[in-house]
Structures are given as C-alpha cells and as structure tokens.
C-alpha cells in the first residue's frame, strides 16, 4: 500500500490510517515460505507536534516445520512497530538512532515486511520437549523409542572423566 506522506511532514494532514493485507507467500524464511495466508498490517502515522511516527500491528499465520521432528505447524505470530519517519535529505536522521527516511510517496510494505522477517524465529518446535527424530533410523522419537544403540559421543576429554585426584 502507497501512501502520500507530504502531507504529514509539511502539517497539512495531522494523521493517515491504514489496514490492509498482502500476500508473502512467495518470501523465504530459514529455508521456508512461512506465509501461506495474506499477512495483515494495521496500524497509523501521525504527526505530533512535528516529529511524524508509524505505530503499526502485523499479524500473520504461519505455517511452518519443527525443527527437531520435522512435523508440520501452524502458528500465529504479532508484531508490534514503532518508528520515527522523516522525509529523504533531512539532516536530522543522521543524528537519531531509530529513524527511517522516508520518500513524499512511500510503499509501507517496504517498512513493515522487513519488521515481520527480522521478528521471525530461527528454530520453531511443536512442542517445548520435542524429542526430535533419531540420527540412525529416522524414527520421530516422539511418538516411540526406536531401539537403536546410541553410542556416547567421543570426546578428547573423555580420557578426564577417569582421574581421581586426591
């Protein structure tokens, strides 16, 4: 969604609304494409007492696999957005930490889809306990032992576990 932000730097327009979807579903994320449903982006910039500010809620399903078991997952993910808006060439961003420059005429997907990407976690698991899946046979360890013989993994220090020191 464009939006006209001219307006809200120069004081014509105290505020601008918007709620919209958009559909992500061909953006990647760690190896998947997580937005198979329309992503939702509601939110207002508003201009207050000169300093104009984007406050925005993004809501999205996601569906996703474990990253222990492999199973599939569908999961809700919110994220709020906070940030200072001022227009391309003002001296002012320079000096601020959380400020984006922004153009007279500025696609939103462009601030807020980046928001959505960084908030996205690395590793999602089914359960807090999952188990995972064991590295011989593939069994989902979750469900049942699989029988294999796990062997303790060699370590250079393993040869510290029999000193006794007196």
């Given at each position: 969604?464009?939006?006209?932000?001219r307006?809200?730097?120069?004081?014509?327009?105290?505020?601008?609304?918007?709620?919209?979807?958009t559909?992500?579903?061909?953006e990647?994320?760690?190896?998947?494409?997580?937005?198979?449903?329309p992503?939702?982006?509601?939110?207002?910039?508003?201009?207050?007492a000169?300093?104009?500010?984007?406050?925005?809620?993004?809501?999205a399903?996601?569906?996703?696999?474990?990253?222990?078991?492999?199973?599939?997952?569908?999961?809700?993910k919110?994220?709020?957005?906070?940030m200072?808006?001022?227009p391309?060439?003002?001296?002012s961003?320079?000096?601020?930490?959380?400020?984006?420059e922004v153009?007279?005429r500025?696609?939103?997907?462009?601030?807020?889809?980046?928001?959505l990407?960084?908030?996205?976690?690395?590793?999602?698991?089914?359960?807090?306990?999952?188990?995972g899946?064991?590295?011989?046979?593939?069994?989902?360890?979750?469900?049942?032992?699989?029988g294999?013989?796990?062997e303790?993994?060699r370590?250079?220090?393993?040869?510290?576990?029999?000193?006794?020191?007196?």
């Amino acid at each position: 969604m464009e939006v006209l932000l001219r307006d809200l730097f120069d004081g014509t327009k105290r505020f601008i609304d918007f709620d919209y979807t958009t559909d992500l579903s061909e953006e990647e994320v760690f190896f998947e494409k997580p937005f198979k449903d329309p992503v939702r982006f509601s939110g207002r910039i508003e201009n207050r007492a000169g300093v104009v500010s984007l406050t925005a809620d993004i809501e999205a399903a996601l569906s996703l696999h474990c990253s222990r078991c492999g199973k599939p997952i569908r999961d809700f993910k919110a994220v709020p957005v906070d940030m200072i808006l001022v227009p391309q060439g003002d001296p002012s961003a320079d000096e601020a930490e959380c400020v984006f420059e922004v153009r007279d005429r500025q696609e939103l997907n462009e601030l807020l889809v980046p928001e959505l990407l960084l908030d996205m976690d690395m590793a999602v698991l089914c359960k807090e306990d999952c188990r995972g899946r064991c590295f011989k046979c593939g069994a989902d360890l979750n469900e049942k032992e699989c029988g294999c013989v796990r062997e303790e993994p060699r370590s250079p220090f393993s040869v510290l576990k029999n000193i006794q020191i007196k």
